[in-house]
Nanobody
Framework: QVYLVESGGGLVQAGGSLRLSCAAS????????MGWFRQAPGKEREFLAHISRSGGTTYYADSVKGRFTISRDNAKNTVYLQMNSLKSEDTAVYYCAATLKVALTSIDYDYWGQGTQVTVSS
């Protein structure tokens, strides 16, 4: 079992930045590839970013490419999502997730955090 806890969400003005953190516990963090997703009210959960076990390879959704950066610190068992140039349409609950696969869809992730709310005011 991998336990994930997100933090860092909040209210920010359009154009601003936030950094989300996801702290992992349980099984060996460095064995897992990690992803970030979000879900806005009335919408499906959306893939945002994926990072390899070492952090050397990343993938991004087109909607956030160039604005969001995923990173990880295996010594701290933590994955991050740096979000810049935020827009009102980025408002959602943000989730981190863990998988043993290279995965860009939510169905391929095995463990999920509880989510953290990000609200971007225009």
């Amino acid at each position: 079992q991998v336990y994930l806890v997100e933090s860092g969400g909040g209210l920010v003005q359009a154009g601003g930045s936030l950094r989300l953190s996801c702290a992992a516990s349980g099984r060996t963090f460095s064995n897992y590839r990690m992803g970030w997703f979000r879900q806005a009210p009335g919408k499906e959960r959306e893939f945002l970013a994926h990072i390899s076990r070492s952090g050397g390879t990343t993938y991004y959704a087109d909607s956030v490419k160039g604005r969001f950066t995923i990173s990880r610190d295996n010594a701290k068992n933590t994955v991050y999502l740096q979000m810049n140039s935020l827009k009102s349409e980025d408002t959602a609950v943000y989730y981190c997730a863990a998988t043993l696969k290279v995965a860009l869809t939510s169905i391929d992730y095995d463990y999920w955090g509880q989510g953290t709310q990000v609200t971007v005011s225009s």
